[in-house]
C-alpha cells in the first residue's frame, strides 16, 4: 500500500470562488479516493476514480487522474464556508493481496471565509 | 442503518491501565480497520481486518491488539496505556477487501492517557 501526499498543505479562499487541490502518488493503482474531514469528526468518502477513469463529477466536486503523472485533483466549484474541513487523498492498492489498506496523508486543511 | 458506530466518545486512562475501544458496523462490511489521528500527523494504520478470523497488522502496531471474531465488531485493545497513545482514533469499514470502494468512517474516540 502507499501514501497519498496532498499540496498545498493549507489553503485559503474566499466563499464563490474555486479551490484546487492536489495529490501526487508513487506506484501503480486501481483507484484514487478523496475524503473530507470536518473539525472533530470522522473521515467521509466523497468521490473514487478508478485507474481507467480521467475525469469524474459529483456535485460542486470534480476530480482528476493522470496515472502517467500519479497524480490526481480536486476541484470544489463555487466554494461555500460549509467546505471549510481538510481533505485527504487515498490511492487503492492495484494489488488485491495488500488487503485493500489505504494510507492517508497528512490532508489539505481548507478555510473558506465568508 | 447506523453505519460505523464508536464507543466510547471520549475516554481518560491512567498509565498503565488497560481498556478496549469498541467498533460495530451494520452492513455486513468485510474488511476493517483501526487508525489513529494525531496533530501534524495525518491518520496512521494500527490494525485492519480483511474478514471474521483474520487481522492483520498496520504501520503502528505497537501496543495495541485486535481481534475479529464476527463480521459486525472489531475491537482495539490498549494493554498497557502510555501517554504516547493520546489521540484519536477512527475505526473504518468497507464492502470488500479489495480496495475498490470507498471507507466509512466511525466518529472516532478521544483518548487522554494521562
Known amino acids: 500500500s502507499q501514501q497519498g501526499e496532498e499540496d498545498p498543505q493549507a489553503l485559503s479562499i474566499q466563499e464563490g470562488e474555486n479551490a484546487t487541490m492536489n495529490c501526487s502518488y508513487k506506484?501503480?493503482?486501481?483507484?484514487l479516493q478523496w475524503y473530507r474531514q470536518n473539525s472533530g469528526r470522522g473521515l467521509v468518502h466523497l468521490i473514487l476514480?478508478?485507474?481507467?477513469?480521467r475525469e469524474k463529477h459529483s456535485g460542486r466536486l470534480r476530480v482528476t487522474l493522470d496515472t502517467s503523472k500519479k497524480s490526481s485533483s480536486l476541484l470544489i466549484t463555487a466554494s461555500r464556508a460549509a467546505d471549510t474541513a481538510s481533505y485527504f487523498c487515498a490511492p487503492g492498492a492495484d494489488n488485491y493481496n495488500q488487503g485493500g489498506k489505504l494510507i492517508f496523508g497528512q490532508g489539505t486543511e481548507l478555510s473558506v471565509k465568508p | 442503518n447506523a453505519g460505523v458506530t464508536q464507543t466510547p466518545k471520549f475516554q481518560v486512562l491512567k498509565t498503565g491501565q488497560s481498556m478496549t475501544l469498541q467498533c460495530a458496523q451494520d452492513m455486513n462490511h468485510e474488511y476493517m480497520s483501526w487508525y489513529r489521528q494525531d496533530p501534524g500527523m495525518g491518520l496512521r494504520l494500527i490494525h485492519y481486518s480483511v474478514g471474521a478470523g483474520i487481522t492483520d497488522q498496520g504501520e503502528v502496531p505497537n501496543g495495541y491488539n485486535v481481534s475479529r471474531s464476527t463480521t459486525e465488531d472489531f475491537p482495539l485493545r490498549l494493554l498497557s496505556a502510555a501517554p504516547s497513545q493520546t489521540s484519536v482514533y477512527f475505526c473504518?469499514?468497507?464492502?470488500?477487501?479489495?480496495?475498490?470502494?470507498?471507507?466509512?468512517f466511525g466518529s472516532g474516540t478521544r483518548l487522554t492517557v494521562v
Open positions: 473504518a469499514s468497507s464492502y470488500s477487501s479489495s480496495g475498490s470502494y470507498g471507507y466509512t
Open positions: 476514480i478508478r485507474s481507467n477513469e
Open positions: 506506484t501503480s493503482i486501481n483507484n
